[in-house]
């Protein structure tokens, strides 16, 4: 059964209290096994009881509720979401080459990604208030941007001011600014790209003119497929 909640009791102030230490506000994807590893050895009981007796007892009270979540995720994922498949966003009627399904697939997920579970994540804080619409809100994607672009190594990550990586950015900062950066550039930078055919000037003519219509719309594919790379590159951080 799925478990996806806000609030864990592993991560309480109570189980701090238990363990004995605070544990870490967030750390990057493979050091996580190593804080538990290091816990384990260092606390074996408090671990216990922290990471595996909470954990269970949280699943033993949550179990209604789970059950609920899991039969109410799958109703909207199946028939109302329908996360099962990607959506092109292209135009109903027409015909699109395989190529271009897939950019413009993944490019509107992307832009779905941050618009709507990007923007969700600002939506927990109470004391902001942004309209949705249609489950979306720029404004507040913009407002998650503001914060995790910004995040740096401290404390929070276990990482105290003598060590060499204190202050610098994240590794979740750094691929914020590249989903950021993708996500302009597929609804600022692209569709605002020049016409091939209104950028050649009216004195070219003949082969040359074809020929530096081609360059200009070879020139657009190798960005797009650049931008569809770096896409792919950083699938895995794109979750919530």
């Not at 004391?127 to 404004?139: D, V």
């Not at 597929?186 to 009216?202: A, F, G, H, Q």
Request: hydrophobic share 30%; net charge neutral; aromatic share 16%.
């Amino acid at each position: 059964m799925l478990r996806n909640r806000i609030h864990y009791w592993t991560c309480s102030k109570v189980a701090d209290f238990i363990r004995g230490e605070k544990k870490p506000y967030a750390l990057e994807w493979g050091k996580w096994r190593e804080y538990y590893a290091d816990l384990k050895k260092r606390k074996p009981i408090r671990y216990w009881i922290t990471e595996e007796l909470l954990r269970k007892l949280q699943n033993i009270v949550y179990y209604p509720y789970d059950l609920y979540s899991n039969i109410k995720g799958y109703i909207r994922n199946r028939w109302i979401d329908k996360t099962h498949y990607l959506k092109t966003g292209l135009k109903p009627g027409g015909y699109y080459e395989f190529d271009e399904r897939i950019l413009h697939g993944l490019f509107n997920e992307l832009v779905d990604y941050v618009e709507m579970e990007l923007a969700h994540l600002s939506k927990w804080d109470t004391t902001k208030h942004f309209t949705f619409k249609n489950g979306r809100s720029i404004e507040a994607a913009y407002d998650y941007f503001e914060w995790a672009n910004n995040l740096t190594c401290g404390k929070d990550y276990g990482i105290l001011p003598d060590h060499e990586d204190y202050g610098k950015l994240t590794d979740q900062a750094i691929k914020s600014r590249k989903i950021r950066e993708l996500y302009e550039w597929w609804t600022i930078t692209r569709p605002n790209r020049d016409d091939p055919l209104m950028s050649i000037t009216k004195e070219s003519h003949g082969e040359k003119y074809y020929k530096l219509i081609h360059d200009i719309e070879q020139d657009y594919d190798n960005e797009d497929t650049a931008k569809l790379i770096e896409l792919v590159k950083i699938r895995n951080c794109l979750w919530t």
